[in-house]
Nanobody
Framework: QVQLVESGGGLVQPGGSLRLSCAASASISHGYVMGWYRQAPGKQRELVAAVNGGGITRYTDSVKGRFTISRDDAKTTVYLQMNSLKPEDTAVYYC????????????WGQGTQVTVSS
C-alpha cells in the first residue's frame, strides 16, 4: 500500500513559479512510475508529467519546457517544478503511483490546488 501526500500548491501570478512535492509513505525505489495529473473545473483529469524508476520522463505538450518532474527515491519524494505558469495551468494537481508512463496507477494523493491569476 502506498499513501501519497501532496504539498506546495497555492496562488501565483502569471509567469511565476511553484514547486509541488509528493511524499510517499512507502519506498518508491522499487520501480513505481510516479506521475502528476491535474483536473480543472469541468474538464477531465489529465497527465501533466510522469517519471519511471530509470528516470525516463513523459510530459504533456502544453507544459514541455516549463515544467520539470524529478524524484528522490532516498526521500521517497517526487517533485514538479513549474515555471512560467499560465492561467490555463490552474487546476487541482494530483500525485499518482503506478506502473506505466501512459496510464495512471491505483494510488492517488488528495490533491493540491494551483491557481494562476493576477
Amino acid at each position: 500500500q502506498v499513501q501519497l501526500v501532496e504539498s506546495g500548491g497555492g496562488l501565483v501570478q502569471p509567469g511565476g513559479s511553484l514547486r509541488l512535492s509528493c511524499a510517499a509513505s512507502a519506498s518508491i525505489s522499487h520501480g513505481y512510475v510516479m506521475g502528476w495529473y491535474r483536473q480543472a473545473p469541468g474538464k477531465q483529469r489529465e497527465l501533466v508529467a510522469a517519471v519511471n524508476g530509470g528516470g525516463i520522463t513523459r510530459y504533456t505538450d502544453s507544459v514541455k519546457g516549463r515544467f520539470t518532474i524529478s524524484r528522490d527515491d532516498a526521500k521517497t519524494t517526487v517533485y514538479l517544478q513549474m515555471n512560467s505558469l499560465k492561467p490555463e495551468d490552474t487546476a487541482v494537481y494530483y500525485c499518482n503511483a503506478g506502473v506505466s508512463l501512459y496510464a495512471p496507477g491505483r494510488y492517488w494523493g488528495q490533491g493540491t490546488q494551483v491557481t494562476v491569476s493576477s
